[in-house]
């Protein structure tokens, strides 16, 4: 079955350090992998997506996330977090089963920005 | 309008009452998601239309659960005598294309229903 894990539930990160959030998939073929952001009282904001080319991919908000085939990861990664980074974090990736954009939604990872 | 709206963003229902949610996506966009986010979870896909076409009910949890778009636009998902399993956030979601291009999905803010 196609299916997205976050490893973390939790992650906490000092304010200026680098972020990463984790992701592993399970995808038969090719994946198309989507990172998207949380923040309290809000929809979901898309980040970045990865389809096809270079396995950096870099996003809104200063975020890139690279694609490992290898390893079977997107992990979500920041030069520099900032406190407003603080939200929850979702990766996602498109089911291929469907002719439309059917996207699979990992369980999400709370990130923490400690000033 | 500039995003995905949707309404109410609040809805507290008693257990046996019928609810309806409504979605206003961005205009022009041909793909409309509905999904269902339970506390502490990630969005799990609930049905997905094609401009008035209702493509995909496969996740729909039970046959309480009805959702229309009839002119192609707004879209209201209905739950029929409400469970208390049937807190949670509901999320809607538009794309601009149908055709399985990888599009990128704008979500509404949500409706929070709770049951009790």
């Known amino acids: 079955a196609q299916s997205v894990a976050q490893p973390e539930d939790q992650v906490n990160v000092a304010e200026g350090n680098p972020l990463t959030v984790k992701c592993t998939y399970s995808v038969s073929g090719n994946p198309y992998l989507f990172w998207y952001v949380q923040y309290p009282n809000r929809g979901l904001q898309f980040l970045l997506k990865y389809i096809t080319g270079d396995n950096l991919v870099k996003g809104s908000y200063g975020f890139e996330a690279e694609f490992n085939k290898s390893q079977t990861s997107f992990h979500l990664k920041k030069p520099s977090a900032l406190v407003s980074d603080s939200a929850l974090y979702f990766c996602a990736v498109r089911d291929k089963k469907t002719s439309y954009d059917k996207v699979i939604f990992g369980p999400g990872t709370s990130l923490s920005v400690i000033p | 309008g500039a995003g995905v709206s949707q309404s109410p963003r609040y809805k507290v229902a008693k257990r046996g009452q019928d609810v309806a949610l409504r979605c206003d996506p961005i205009s022009g966009h041909v793909s409309l998601f509905w999904y269902q986010q339970a506390l502490g979870q990630g969005p799990e896909f609930l049905t997905y239309f094609q401009n008035e076409a209702q493509l995909d009910k496969s996740g729909l949890p039970s046959d309480r659960f009805f959702a229309e778009r009839p002119e192609g636009s707004v879209s209201t998902l209905k739950i029929q005598r409400t469970q208390q399993e049937d807190s949670a956030v509901y999320l809607c979601?538009?794309?601009?294309?149908?055709?399985?291009?990888?599009?990128?999905?704008?979500f509404g803010p949500g409706t929070r229903l709770l049951v009790l």
């Open positions: 979601a538009s794309s601009l294309e149908a055709l399985g291009l990888q599009e990128t999905q704008y």
